[in-house]
């Protein structure tokens, strides 16, 4: 076989690889965000001998981490992605991932971390992937030895109380448990229309503010609004 031969298939060789990589290159292949794990899986906040109001501010940073492909690499998107919580009024969770209890209400949130990809990194499209992970993070409620606080509304009013630590914020009879000897503030704010009428069964009372201190049995109290 000729030299010309030999010459002219490595010519042909070469094309056909330039040519399939070229081909691969257009298919598609391009780097592509396929889940997200959120670290860590699961947190709790609190414990059973602890009453959920006390659990107010308790916080932890969460972490979401991509899984690509084309080529395999995970990196960390916790900033890339839109962070949610199921139960905000028990665990809320920030544009940042800082998970926090409210100390509201004790169970299981469900957060989770999503990222629509319109395109891969390289600018291909694929409009309308929505990838998401998910975490729990779990309030675990007071079963230990307390006292219960309860709030009745009356009047023709309407109005909300809010609490010094959290634990009661309510617009309609509510409740929490105090550890015996406990202190807790309550401040009654009046809806637009409404007007407060006041405060019954507190320690102390200063204009809207109702004070429980050093509680020793289960205690009901009542807030007017007219």
Not at 36 to 49: D, W
Not at 92 to 107: F, H, I, M
Not at 156 to 184: E, H, K, Q, R, W
């Amino acid at each position: 076989m000729s030299q010309k031969w030999f010459t002219t298939a490595s010519v042909l060789s070469v094309l056909l690889i330039a040519f399939g990589l070229l081909n691969l290159s257009s298919c598609g292949h391009d780097q592509q965000l396929t889940t997200i794990t959120i670290q860590p899986t699961t947190e709790t906040f609190g414990a059973a001998n602890i009453p959920v109001n006390e659990d107010a501010g308790l916080n932890v940073q969460l972490r979401a981490l991509g899984t690509y492909i084309h080529p395999p690499v995970t990196k960390d998107i916790t900033n890339q992605v839109n962070w949610e919580s199921n139960t905000p009024g028990m665990v809320t969770v920030d544009s940042t991932g800082l998970a926090t209890a409210t100390g509201n209400s004790c169970g299981g949130s469900l957060i989770s971390a999503t990222l629509k990809t319109n395109s891969s990194t390289g600018n291909i499209s694929s409009t309308g992937a929505i990838i998401t992970g998910y975490m729990t993070a779990n309030v675990v409620c007071f079963t230990g030895t307390g006292q219960a606080l309860t709030v009745v509304f009356a009047g023709v009013g309407t109005g909300t109380i809010a609490s010094s630590p959290p634990g009661l914020s309510c617009a309609s009879t509510c409740s929490t448990a105090l550890p015996t000897g406990g202190s807790i503030i309550l401040t009654a704010t009046p809806n637009s229309g409404s007007t407060f009428g006041g405060w019954l069964g507190c320690d102390s009372v200063s204009a809207q503010v109702c004070t429980v201190s050093n509680i020793s049995a289960s205690r009901t109290l009542t807030v007017t609004f007219n």
